[in-house]
């Protein structure tokens, strides 16, 4: 399953709190999550997932002014936000939107963050999978592995 959350990705922050001491989410960041929940609830129409699954996000963040015109194609994002707060934002969006019953479902993620191609708008774009596919590929290339490496040994 493909799902995409248009517009600048947010890392979710630290809570503030007002010198009453009530705490609250600044509001870049609640705007951002109201608008990707209604994307994704757009998207997604299906019973939440409660199966384990596997991830493939990526993070296409906006193209500055002073990156060169040569520069055509997506670039990695070394800078911040952090990964970790960015997937954080992601996954409540996910759980808040109806598309996973809870964040604990998801076994395993692969993320990337990337500045945008010349052309590309920032976007989030999210790839949800069955874990047990993705887990017995693995384990099949890793049993190929094994097995050319006992041929080897053999020869020595």
Do not use: W
Request: proline residues 6%; hydrophobic residues 35%.
């Amino acid at each position: 399953m493909r799902l995409y959350i248009e517009g600048q990705p947010i890392a979710a922050p630290r809570p503030r709190v007002t010198r009453a001491g009530r705490a609250y989410m600044p509001k870049t960041y609640t705007q951002y999550k109201k608008s990707a929940i209604t994307q994704l609830r757009y998207q997604y129409k299906d019973d939440p997932l409660d199966k384990p699954v596997y991830m493939y996000v990526e993070f296409i963040f906006k193209r500055l002014a002073k990156t060169p015109k040569r520069q055509k194609d997506r670039v990695f994002k070394i800078k911040k936000p952090d990964i970790d707060n960015c997937l954080k934002s992601t996954l409540d969006s996910l759980v808040d939107a109806g598309v996973l019953l809870d964040d604990n479902i998801v076994v395993s993620i692969n993320a990337v963050k990337y500045i945008a191609a010349i052309d590309e708008p920032p976007h989030v774009t999210i790839y949800i999978g069955d874990v047990n596919e993705v887990h017995e590929s693995k384990s099949q290339k890793k049993e190929d592995y094994e097995k050319e490496e006992a041929k080897h040994e053999s020869l020595r």
